[in-house]
């Protein structure tokens, strides 16, 4: 599985931010999927999670009610809809896959490439 994410830019605080992940190699349509993110000089922490139905989705408590994670399986791509940006949400963001979601949140078995979020005040 290939993971490629994209939308990450520079934006201000109270700004809207849509970043994608496009699964190529294999269908992940049977696959939990999510994000993390990694500020500068800090660990990678997890974001968001959502099922291979997208019947359940979790999230972080930083990002909990701002953020929405979401899935189209007929295109292989997850979404992740930031809103309320704030400085502290400057990240490189990356998109991960697993077959099971418990083990997605911990240590996902594939990663994407990371795309930079930057959220100015």
């Known amino acids: 599985v290939q993971l490629q994410a994209s939308g990450g830019g520079l934006v201000l605080a109270g700004d809207s931010l849509r970043l994608s992940c496009v699964a190529s190699g294999r269908t992940v349509s049977n696959y939990a999927m999510g994000w993390f993110r990694q500020a500068p000089g800090k660990e990678r922490e997890f974001v968001a999670a959502?099922?291979?139905?997208?019947?359940?989705?979790n999230y972080a408590d930083s990002t909990k009610g701002r953020f929405t994670i979401s899935r189209d399986n007929a295109k292989n791509t997850v979404y992740l809809q930031m809103n309320s940006l704030k400085p502290e949400d400057t990240a490189v963001y990356y998109c991960?896959?697993?077959?099971?979601?418990?083990?997605?949140?911990?240590?996902?078995?594939?990663w994407g490439q990371g795309t930079l979020v930057t959220v100015s005040s």
């Open positions: 991960a896959a697993d077959p099971f979601e418990a083990i997605l949140v911990i240590n996902p078995g594939y």
């Open positions: 959502i099922s291979w139905s997208g019947g359940s989705t």
